[in-house]
């Protein structure tokens, strides 16, 4: 074993975990997950059968990812934040089959307390406020804060607010931390190579 498992969590046999990553206090992974390298699992984490999780993320303490939730490399989940895996849950009405695909994209951002409601996308290194509630997909870049979240700004890779409108054509800003140069398409935004 490569990997560091607090004495209090259950790894369940069959689960893949990468080198250099840290299990905490009470974690449960199941089985069918596969998580990567790099990866820190906080405190009372659940970590579903059908759950794939990407080198280098950060789940913080009290997060569910659930089955049918893909987080790509480097995704950061705040503490208490929130993942669905049904749309219209009941307790009496089996819903297994049911279970909607949600996909968290490389580098991506997920504030403390927020939710994401099953079957959406976030882009990769958007960044969802703390206590957002996510019900549509999230573009690339993109800053969303509220209930339900909306759009306010952009994010840089570096996890700076960029300053541009949230539409355009060819308006650009580099970042001040590392020299990356983004640029406005329509609603997209995109960084250029170097």
């Known amino acids: 074993m490569n990997y560091t498992v607090h004495p209090s969590a259950i790894v369940d046999e069959g689960a893949q975990i990468g080198a250099n990553s840290r299990v905490w206090h009470f974690v449960h992974v199941c089985a069918g997950a596969r998580i990567g390298t790099g ?25 569910s990812v ?10 950061f989940c705040g503490p208490s934040m929130v993942f669905t895996n049904v749309y219209n849950p009941r307790s009496l009405i089996e819903r297994k089959d049911q279970y909607r695909d949600t996909l968290v994209r490389r580098g991506a951002t997920l504030g ?3 939710t994401v409601v099953c079957g959406v996308t976030i882009g990769e290194f958007a960044f969802v406020g703390a206590g957002a509630v996510v019900n549509k997909d999230v573009p690339a870049y993109a800053l969303v804060v509220g209930v339900p979240a ?9 996890g700076e607010q960029l ?11 580099i970042c001040s931390q590392t020299g990356d140069r983004y640029v406005l398409n329509g609603n997209t935004l995109g960084k250029l190579p170097k």
């Open 39 to 63: 990866v820190s699992l906080g405190q009372n984490v659940f970590v579903g059968n059908k759950v794939i999780i990407g080198d280098d993320c950060k789940i913080q303490n009290n997060v």
């Open 66 to 75: 659930y089955d049918n939730v893909t987080l790509e490399c480097g995704v």
């Open 112 to 114: 403390a307390n927020c």
């Open 150 to 158: 909306r759009q306010i700004g952009w994010m840089s890779e570096f």
């Open 163 to 173: 300053s541009l409108p949230l539409s355009g054509s060819g308006e650009s800003v």
